[in-house]
């Protein structure tokens, strides 16, 4: 399992400095920041620690298994992010 970022996400990257395994993105740094709607979580990196949960102020932010019906899509939009951009 791992946290799944959702549509209510505003990309503000509250998240990204408090990860400890940085595997949320794009990071502000990166070009594809300026034009995402949403950040992204890796579940392969992911480490279900939940830290980002918590500074999230839009509560976007799930655990895999605790998605609402509604943005059960979401886990798998996460997990596809990260495959594109590896390719
Ligand atoms: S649960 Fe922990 S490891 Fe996973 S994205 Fe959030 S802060 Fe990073
Ligand atoms: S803290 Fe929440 S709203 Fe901000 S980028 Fe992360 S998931 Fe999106």
Same mark, same amino acid.
């Given at each position: 399992?791992? &946290?799944?970022?959702?549509?209510?996400?505003?990309?503000?990257?509250?998240?990204? +400095?408090?990860?400890?395994?940085?595997?949320?993105?794009?990071?502000? +740094?990166?070009?594809?920041?300026?034009?995402?709607? %949403?950040? &992204?979580?890796? /579940?392969? *990196?992911?480490?279900?620690?939940? *830290?980002?949960? +918590?500074?999230? /102020?839009?509560?976007? #932010?799930?655990?895999?298994?605790?998605?609402?019906?509604?943005?059960?899509?979401?886990?798998? #939009?996460?997990? %596809? &992010?990260?495959?594109?951009?590896?390719?």
């Amino acid at each position: 399992m791992a &946290y799944v970022i959702t549509a209510a996400c505003v990309a503000d990257s509250s998240c990204v +400095d408090i990860c400890p395994v940085d595997c949320i993105g794009p990071r502000p +740094d990166d070009p594809a920041y300026d034009d995402t709607e %949403q950040l &992204y979580i890796d /579940p392969a *990196a992911c480490i279900d620690c939940a *830290a980002c949960v +918590d500074v999230c /102020p839009v509560l976007a #932010i799930y655990e895999a298994g605790a998605l609402p019906l509604k943005w059960q899509h979401y886990a798998a #939009i996460n997990r %596809q &992010y990260f495959r594109e951009s590896e390719s």
